[in-house]
Structures are given as structure tokens and as C-alpha cells.
Nanobody
Framework: QVQLVESGGGLVQAGDSLRLSCAASGHIYGSSSMAWFREAPGKDREFVAAITRTNTQYADSVKGRFTISRDNAKNTVYLQMNTLKPEDTGVYYC???????????????????WGQGTQVTVSS
């Protein structure tokens, strides 16, 4: 069983930066997708970014501002968030696929393991 623990959320002002981390315990394939999703109040959980061993994928709303990376030796995925906007506010969840796929997955249904979430609040 894989457990995921997110950290790094907080309250910031528009234009600030934050770095989220997600540490996984248990076995993860180096080529499995690791991803970040977020959920704003009253809205569905939405895809933010995902990474396999060699490929990344981003939601249009965060392209150019967010960067996803991973350290397979540490079983950890990161999300560097720059130039934050109030619309980035939400609970950010880390997710991992059990079975490796060549292309990063953007659908919640593809992910088998989820963290508990970390709150990100961006004030205007």
C-alpha cells in the first residue's frame, strides 16, 4: 500500500510563490504518473500537473507559472508555484498511478493513491 503526505501549503498574497511537496511511502514505479490536483470550494477536483519519468503535462491555467518535478530516489513529487493568483486557491492533492503509462494522466479516475491534501490560499 502506498501512502502520500503533502506539505508546503499556506496563505500567501497574489504574486507570491509556494512549493508543495508530496512524499510517498511504499513502492512506486519510476515511470508511474505522479500528479497534483486541486479542489476549490464548490467546485470539482481539477487537474493541475502530472509527471512521468520523462514527460510532464500542465493545465492551461497554470502553464508558465507552475513547475512539477520528481525525485525518484526520495519517492517525492514537487510543485513549484510562482506568480500565484487568487483563483489558485484550493486544497491541493497529490496522486500516484499504480501502473506506469507512457503519457501523464490528467483524469482523477486514473490515479490509485491520494494524499490528504494541503490548503493553498492566495489573497488579492
Amino acid at each position: 500500500q502506498v501512502q502520500l503526505v503533502e506539505s508546503g501549503g499556506g496563505l500567501v498574497q497574489a504574486g507570491d510563490s509556494l512549493r508543495l511537496s508530496c512524499a510517498a511511502s511504499g513502492h512506486i514505479y519510476g515511470s508511474s504518473s505522479m500528479a497534483w490536483f486541486r479542489e476549490a470550494p464548490g467546485k470539482d477536483r481539477e487537474f493541475v500537473a502530472a509527471i512521468t519519468r520523462t514527460n510532464t503535462q500542465y493545465a492551461d491555467s497554470v502553464k508558465g507559472r507552475f513547475t512539477i518535478s520528481r525525485d525518484n530516489a526520495k519517492n517525492t513529487v514537487y510543485l513549484q508555484m510562482n506568480t500565484l493568483k487568487p483563483e489558485d486557491t484550493g486544497v491541493y492533492y497529490c496522486a500516484v498511478e499504480r501502473i506506469p503509462r507512457p503519457v501523464p494522466s490528467t483524469s482523477t479516475h486514473r490515479y490509485d493513491y491520494w494524499g490528504q491534501g494541503t490548503q493553498v490560499t492566495v489573497s488579492s
